[in-house]
């Protein structure tokens, strides 16, 4: 048969594409002919560059095993391949084999068989010599190597296998390879069993166990199995855990063994068929073995992954959360982290605010201070002249109280006169210095407080009252309504209205006019606390309504330009505002306003 070997090779490579036909023995979803079916493909479009024409076929003949349907199914491929015949026919498996090998003359005419499954298969089916394979070995030691590195702490071992020829062979060469490694522990051979002993017996094994399961086609009973089925029902309540040499029964409850995966087959039957389209002679071949193990049974028995034998394929490992949801995981770190981010700044930027904020307040007190300072060096003189009367006062009385005193028969009465004006002069004196003092008093935070505008409104009229009168000025007031509650730092607005004050009182410095000051409250509709402040000097200058509020402008060859600018960073501070027009009779007029506070207005 090696010409027509070299017919399959050489011609077709230089005429067509190889055809090569793909069997499957059952539908294309069961996972062990779909992955070896998979690697075949791979491996041969791989190994041609793609010239190759592959077909499958998937027969079905688990679910339909009568006569004929297989005829049926044999002569519907003879007519569907009449005019392609494939050069190569793949048999996945042992159903696969028997139906080519039986329809080969039909069918594939003079293709070449290449079959991959177990040894097992050759020497049931007695295939024909031409027909080659990749087979699988049946291998226990391995398998019991693989259980004894990952249940190192075991000390019984189960070995256990059915009572067909197949399954009988299989034991007895076990028997004989365990021959060494079974003295390691107490051994049991289990055979000769129903299917129901079997799952009994594995339901009441110490967990020190291992089980070895080789092959149940047929159970004491004579009842048939397909042998992983078997596994299947012992694995499920057994009570240790059960190793196999096959690849299948890690799919249905082993913990896995020494196997060939269906990829391996797959692959090994692929060179086969490469080979053969080459023109090169075959011969069967054994597919590489892997140590396997299914990560969900190492679970399930407290099996450590560390045990595993070095370069073992572990199985059905759950995929970490990162793993399974990468793409939800990197989509969340990335909101996050933008979130983080856009935290970070936040958190920046109002700590920078809050930072200007403080700054801003910090300066807004220290230029307060300074204007203190200048308002303090404007009222000075007055406050000297204010502070002289009570002083003098004191003076002419405890002269006058000495004079009494000296008469050779004092009136007292008119001692405890002279001393209670004493008490009273002291006290205005020390009204006047408290006045001051509050003041001049440097603040290094914003008091707020709640206080009447009517209140601090005539407390300022006292303080000026007396530079009013130095300067020849009237002073007048009208209260509009009971209170007026403000909620803002009294010293600020008391300041407020000595600045705009004194500057009106500058204002009229030089008018031939009657000198007039007028400070006038007034409860707004919008519940607002207004003050004007109005003067009888010349005004101001049409157009310099907003100028006159701007920093460093001054019309006085000794002003600073700042007394209004931080007249109106007071006011706005508090949530107020200022503006200044002319009044009926030319002089000009300061509005104040503040929001009534809260608490108040109910
Ligand atoms: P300063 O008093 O040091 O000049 P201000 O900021 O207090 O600084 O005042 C700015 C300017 O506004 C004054 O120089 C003056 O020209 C004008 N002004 C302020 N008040 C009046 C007023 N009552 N009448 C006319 N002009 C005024």
Known sequence: MTGHATAVGENLIGGRAPRVLILYPNDERLAANAGAGAAVRTQLLKGTGGKIELFSEFLDLSRFPEEEYIERMAQFLAIKYADRRPDVVVALGEQSAKFIVEHRAALAGNARIIVAGFRSTRGKMDLPPDVIGAFSEFDIIKTAEFARHLHPNAERLFILGGSSEFDRWGMETAKTDLAEFSKNYVTTYLEDLTIEEFVAKAATLPSDSIVLALTIFKDRNGRNFLPHEAVKQIAATATAPVFGPYSIYIEYGSVGGNVVTFEALGNTAADLVLDAIHGKPIKDVQAPRFDVADARQLKRWGLSEENLPPGAVLMFRQPSFLEQHWLVAIIAF?????????????????????????????????????????????????????????????????????????????????????????????????????????????????????????????????????????????????????????????????????????????????????????????????????????????????GKFATIFEPFYTTKSSGTGLGLSIARTIVETYGGSIMACNGRDGGAVFRVMFPLAQTETT
């Open 334 to 542: 990335a909101v996050i982290a933008g979130q983080t981010t856009a935290i970070i700044l936040l958190l920046l930027e109002r700590r920078r605010r809050r930072t200007a904020e403080l700054e801003a307040r910090h300066r807004l007190l220290e230029v307060v201070h300074l204007n203190q300072s200048a308002m303090a060096g404007a009222l000075s003189a007055s406050i000297a002249h204010e502070l002289n009367q009570p002083l003098g006062a004191i003076r002419s009385n405890a002269e006058a109280a000495a004079v009494v005193m000296k008469s050779a028969c004092p009136d007292l009465k008119l001692i405890e006169q002279i001393l209670a004006d004493i008490r009273d002069d002291d006290q205005r004196a020390h009204d006047i210095i408290s006045r001051m003092r509050g003041l001049l008093k440097k603040r290094s935070e914003i008091e707020w407080q709640e206080f009447d505008l009517n209140e601090l409104t005539a407390t300022a009229i006292k303080i000026l009252k007396g530079e009013a009168a130095r300067r020849g000025i009237e002073v007048s007031s009208k209260r509009g309504g009971d209170r007026l509650p403000v909620r803002a730092d009294k010293i600020h607005v008391q300041q407020v209205i000595l600045n705009i004050a004194i500057n009106a009182m500058d204002a009229m410095a030089k008018t031939g006019k009657e000198r007039k000051l007028t400070l006038e409250t007034r409860l707004t509709k919008d519940a607002k606390a207004v003050l004007s402040i109005s003067d009888s000097g010349d005004g101001i200058p049409e």
